[in-house]
């Protein structure tokens, strides 16, 4: 049984920071991709941060240069370290585990979510 299970959210002031982990279980953790994606009230849920298994990194725009993704395959973690933190992240961040496996040649991907860590940035 494949588990995501993150931690770390809170409630905190603007130009603070928070650091969010996500603990996998049920994978073979370092062939997968690991990503974090957030999701406002009545918006949809967008990629923030992502790793794969080799270890490269890609943001989006309104991230960069303030959120450091980084993984722990001994420890089967990805953490999402988060600086500079704005009301605008404010959000529910979830972990994401993907890979893309080839049968017959046709590409699948497989997707895992966590169930989802709150972050309210407010003053």
């Known amino acids: 049984q494949v588990q995501l299970v993150e931690s770390g959210g809170g409630l905190l002031q603007p130009g603070g920071s928070l650091r969010l982990s996500c603990a996998a279980s049920g994978i073979d953790f370092s062939n997968y991709a690991m990503g974090w994606y957030r999701q406002a009230p009545g918006e949809q849920r967008d990629l923030v941060a992502r790793?794969?298994?080799?270890?490269?990194?890609n943001y989006a725009d309104s991230v960069k240069g303030r959120f450091t993704i980084s993984r722990d395959n001994a420890k089967n973690t990805v953490s999402l370290q988060m600086n500079n933190l704005k009301p605008d992240d404010t959000a529910v961040y979830y972990c994401?585990?993907?890979?893309?496996?080839?049968?017959?040649?046709?590409?699948?991907?497989?997707?895992?979510w966590g169930q989802g860590t709150q972050v309210t940035v407010s003053s």
């Open positions: 790793i794969t298994s080799g270890g490269a990194t």
């Open positions: 994401n585990a993907d890979r893309t496996i080839f049968y017959s040649g046709i590409p699948q991907t497989e997707r895992y």
